[in-house]
């Protein structure tokens, strides 16, 4: 009987300085990362699937296949994982793209920085439609303009001012991000600025709840 208590004694003794070595050395596990699930849209040819398969893979070969349908594809940061809905940009599919809004938190797009005057004219009424949907209105924008290593590639300032962007996205927070997929740097760079755009809206809805 004595034997028995002793070790139970010890046991919770063991248990109360394992307890407190853990407090003392801050090793709880750590905090679940917040997802968000945001829709990424553009036309085809854009640079949506290579993008996207660079931010999840860190490396992408020459057999991508074009999304016809959709995709998702889990991204991870520091501060979040995002869920990127990747939607096809055919013209077939394009005006199907509202079926995948629903449930989402933020909106990118990606677009040929160095396409034709046409295609630049299309991007614009996409992103209009894009941006005014009901659904998706004052979601936090992000705006990848790839293809930046061609000569004819438009910059962000241009873009800005051919697109009207400073009008079409009033009331949300935006970014616009030359890039190309010889440096993923300024992708995941701006990617990183989305998710603190989503912290804080989500932050903001958290207190008006509260109140």
């Not at 941006?131 to 930046?148: I, K």
Request: glycine fraction near 8%; include cysteine; charge should be negative.
């Amino acid at each position: 009987m004595c034997s028995e208590r002793c070790q139970l004694v010890i046991g919770a003794c063991r248990i109360g300085c394992y307890s407190l070595y853990r407090a003392l050395c801050c090793c709880s596990p750590p905090a679940p990362r917040p997802e968000y699930h945001v829709v990424c849209l553009g036309m085809s040819g854009a640079g949506k699937t290579t993008l996207l398969t660079l931010l999840q893979c860190g490396e992408t070969t020459d057999d991508i296949e074009p999304t016809s349908g959709f995709n998702i594809k889990a991204v991870q940061f520091e501060e979040a994982i995002l869920n990127v809905k990747e939607v096809g940009g055919a013209e077939n599919i394009r005006p199907y793209w509202d079926r995948y809004y629903q449930q989402t938190q933020g909106v990118v797009f990606v677009m040929d920085s160095a396409c034709s005057q046409e295609a630049l004219q299309t991007v614009g009424g996409l992103l209009a439609g894009i941006l005014s949907h009901e659904s998706l209105r004052g979601l936090p924008f992000v705006l990848l303009a790839s293809h930046q290593d061609k000569m004819e590639a438009r910059s962000s300032e241009q873009l800005t001012k051919d697109l009207e962007l400073e009008r079409l996205c009033a009331g949300r927070q935006w970014v616009v991000c030359p890039c190309s997929i010889q440096d993923q740097e300024p992708v995941r760079q701006a990617l990183e600025r989305f998710v603190t755009f989503l912290l804080n809206t989500a932050g903001k809805e958290s207190e008006e709840n509260r109140v």
